[in-house]
């Protein structure tokens, strides 16, 4: 959700610079499961022989920190997605403005159902295990 947040961000610049001579449109790169499967199956388990505790360091670089017992901070705060210039643009005028508006109306769209679909589908996560611990999960 993090991605298509940031992802509606760059696709609502790209229109707001329609008229903007010489704009490059602009998208994130898209999520590769398969790479952070990868660098998640290269982490390895650290800690204290003592039993007072591990943390996960990936090259001996990550490492989370609680700040409070119990509570953990995100390994990257700002979600770490970069925006690249869109390769294919459809047209560009004159003014060499690579923007179309049809296609990032398309975008937004898209985007904007990938949205719906994850706030569902987390929604519905959510009412199944308030149902499996027997507070009930709701009628929506």
Do not use: C
Not at 116 to 127: E, G, I, N, P
């Amino acid at each position: 959700m993090g991605w298509l947040t940031e992802r509606q961000a760059v696709l609502a610049q790209n229109i707001a610079n329609v008229n903007t001579p010489g704009y490059k449109a602009r998208d994130l790169k898209p999520v590769d499961f398969g790479a952070m499967a990868e660098r998640a199956s290269g982490l390895r388990m650290t800690g204290a022989s003592t039993g007072g505790g591990s943390s996960m360091a990936a090259g001996g670089e990550l490492q989370m920190a609680a700040t409070k017992t119990g509570h953990m901070a995100p390994a990257v705060a700002d979600g770490g997605y970069r925006a690249a210039e869109d390769r294919k643009p459809l047209e560009v005028t004159i003014d060499d403005n690579k923007i179309n508006i049809e296609d990032q109306a398309v975008k937004l769209a898209g985007n904007a159902s990938q949205f719906t679909l994850a706030s569902t589908l987390y929604k519905k996560h959510m009412d199944m295990i308030r149902t499996a611990l027997g507070r009930g999960g709701g009628a929506g």
